[in-house]
């Protein structure tokens, strides 16, 4: 099992540019949730969702995009990249009431 | 909404020393808790976790947690810590009807040897 797999690891991206994260899972878990960790704040929610078909906003959402078509995938789209998305993202997955198994995270430089 | 406190955001220590790590969150009802570990360039990994029954949980690599629910705390303990604890140690609760967590700050660990 390759568990949570994020792609790419590393970006940089010049401020107004648009990207896709990329986030599979192979475990068959409906609860998928992205998250950004910055220094001093821990991992704060992005979007999350709870099945195919359904996304909800989390704590900090403003600027990104979510969608769901399959239970194994769930993209994060940045529209127009800022300086302040400048953090390394993390992809999740579980069931409820269970853990959250996290993916490699990914790096993202805006400049 | 659900916070989650820590209450030290650095803690240096000796190889051997114990350690305890402060975890409060904000309000009660159904609650599952967790303590992850992320060492150096890694993702997060799940030390333990508590759900319901025994409020005291050992978890890998000789970590343990007690959750006291009058005070909404899960503190982390370890008796004897080693150069290779050196991480950070998030705390983290979901409301315990999903997967959502929230997490503190979290609490970066150096171990000296």
């Known amino acids: 099992n390759a568990g949570v797999t994020q792609t790419p690891k590393f970006q940089v991206l010049k401020t107004g540019q648009s990207m896709t994260l990329q986030c599979a899972q192979d475990?068959?878990?409906?609860?998928m949730s992205w998250y950004r960790q910055d220094p001093g704040m821990g991992l704060r929610l992005i979007h999350y969702s709870v099945g195919a078909g359904i996304t909800d906003q989390g704590e900090v959402p403003n600027g990104y995009n979510v969608s769901r078509s399959t239970t194994e995938d769930f993209p994060l789209r940045l529209l127009s990249a800022a300086p302040s998305q400048t953090s390394v993202y993390f992809c999740?997955?579980?069931?409820?009431?269970?853990?959250?198994?996290f993916g490699q995270g990914t790096r993202l430089t805006v400049v | 909404a659900q916070s989650v406190s820590q209450h030290n955001h650095h803690v240096i220590l000796s190889e051997a020393a114990s350690l305890e790590l402060g975890c409060n969150y904000s309000y009660g009802g159904t609650v599952n808790l967790f303590w992850y570990v992320q060492y150096p360039g890694q993702h997060l990994q799940l030390l333990l976790k508590?759900?319901?029954?025994?409020?005291l949980v050992k978890g890998i690599k000789g970590f343990e947690a007690e959750f006291i629910k009058s005070k909404f705390s899960f503190n982390l303990r370890k008796p004897s810590v080693q150069w290779s604890d050196t991480a950070e140690y998030f705390c983290a609760v979901n409301d315990g009807y999903g997967n959502k967590l929230v997490f503190g700050a979290g609490t970066i660990l150096r171990v000296k040897s």
């Open positions: 999740a997955s579980g069931e409820a009431n269970t853990e959250a198994f």
């Open positions: 508590y759900f319901s029954g025994d409020p």
């Open positions: 475990m068959n878990h409906e609860y």
